[in-house]
């Protein structure tokens, strides 16, 4: 029997059941475990999951230990481990209070995971941390009580504020790694010093009232920093220890959505600035690629102006791969329905006006100097692509002048 395709099931004392519209499955107990109602907890520990069964063995009792005798709920949310996470989880369920929720295809990671856990918990304060034990659960009551003391609006667990050690033993390029990755979250990360950091605590009230919550890859502590705009954040040192069982999850591809998170993040925090800023270094890269072509194609044609339209049809295709990312990462923000269409009319446009433009300075000046037709030229163009992009809303190019789609109210 396929238990995944069916509405409910039984397993031994377990009840699994499959939500329809979110393809995943809730697992709880229908005997030491309080079924899922309306009442509310103290805590709720949201821990995300893939392929943590050997840890969860055993961080479950630590965290149990550490949190009695809050009222608490352990929300397993788990992306669909090949391992034997749900039966781990089905043992641990008859002593603790564990719910698991399976998502049986994941597209948003773990950040997604952690949101889903959140919406599905009960408690007035939410702990989220990883499951591979370098979160030390002892450390938990400690995250609880800075919100339960009103003393933070955010507690965040540290590797780096005074007082936190490491059994990590981080090479030069790790180092350098983590100190870029802090240095470019430092505009809206603040003061504090470790805002990578997956181990965390915040009241719902305080969740509730983000803005636009849109985390990508691995860092929905740095999100929901930036989003919940909390002014009062708070740093518990703590030991972080080293990954009892299982393999890393941080890879080159999670890198590189980190980055794509971060632009995001810019275009919230800095609405105005951040496109102006990725406007122009999207057009300066595109001018750089464009000047090597028009010189590389002096090299054969005398004509200015055929030399030119081939530079820009080059520095065009710097322009694409941008477009490509934005297309790609901005998805649900992008206003306009059909966004290739507009690329393409746009570049079109811009493209003729830079023709024309080196076409008549070729044509109207005697002696025309290479630089000059080839800056007046780009300059034609890069001004019609302000212009249009402007007008098709894109703005990670230019300023927009429509509201984007999560700001329009819902019918």
Not at 204 to 212: I, L
Request: charged fraction near 20%.
């Amino acid at each position: 029997m396929d238990w995944f395709d069916r509405k409910t099931c039984e397993i031994s004392r377990i009840g699994l059941q499959l939500a329809d519209d979110s393809k995943q499955v809730t697992l709880s107990t229908t005997g030491n475990m309080t079924q899922p109602t309306t009442e509310s907890l103290d805590l709720s520990v949201i821990i995300p999951t893939l392929n943590e069964a050997d840890n969860l063995a055993l961080l479950v009792p630590r965290l149990h230990a550490a949190l009695s005798p809050r009222r608490y709920e352990l929300i397993i949310v788990d992306d669909n481990s090949q391992d034997n996470t749900p039966a781990v989880c089905a043992e641990l369920a008859q002593s603790y209070q564990l719910r698991l929720i399976v998502r049986r295809q994941p597209k948003d990671g773990l950040s997604g995971a952690v949101m889903e856990g959140i919406a599905a918990a009960r408690g007035e304060v939410l702990l989220v941390m990883d499951a591979d034990l370098q979160h030390p659960p002892e450390k938990a009551p400690e995250l609880v009580e800075v919100i339960e003391n009103n003393r933070g609006d955010f507690a965040l667990g540290s590797r780096h504020v005074a007082g936190a050690t490491s059994d990590e033993h981080w090479g030069l390029f790790r180092r350098l790694n983590s100190w870029v990755a802090t240095l470019l979250a430092r505009p809206f990360a603040g003061h504090i010093t470790d805002p990578m950091s997956g181990f965390f605590a915040l009241r719902r009230s305080t969740y509730q009232g983000a803005k636009r919550l849109l985390p990508l890859g691995y860092k929905i502590g740095l999100e929901l920093i930036c989003k919940t705009e909390c002014q009062r954040l708070v740093e518990v040192p703590i030991h972080f220890g080293l990954r009892h069982a299982g393999h890393s999850k941080l890879t080159v591809k999670q890198q590189f959505k980190y980055l794509e998170h971060l632009s995001r993040l810019y275009d919230f925090c800095f609405p105005r600035l951040s496109p102006i800023i990725k406007f122009i270094i999207a057009t300066g890269m595109a001018w750089f690629v464009g000047l090597g072509a028009f010189f590389f194609s002096l090299l054969w044609t005398d004509d200015l102006a055929v030399a030119a339209a081939i530079a820009y049809a080059c520095g065009l295709g710097i322009t694409l791969i941008f477009f490509m990312r934005y297309v790609r990462t901005q998805r649900a923000f992008i206003v306009r329905k059909h966004p290739w269409i507009d690329f393409v009319f746009t570049s079109l446009g811009e493209w003729a006006g830079a023709a024309l433009t080196a076409t008549y300075l070729d044509q109207r000046l005697d002696h025309a100097r290479p630089l000059e037709v080839f800056v007046l030229a780009f300059l034609a163009g890069t001004m019609i692509r302000y212009v249009m992009r402007k007008e098709f809303s894109q703005d990670i190019r230019g300023l927009r002048r429509q509201k984007r789609r999560e700001e329009t109210p819902e019918n």
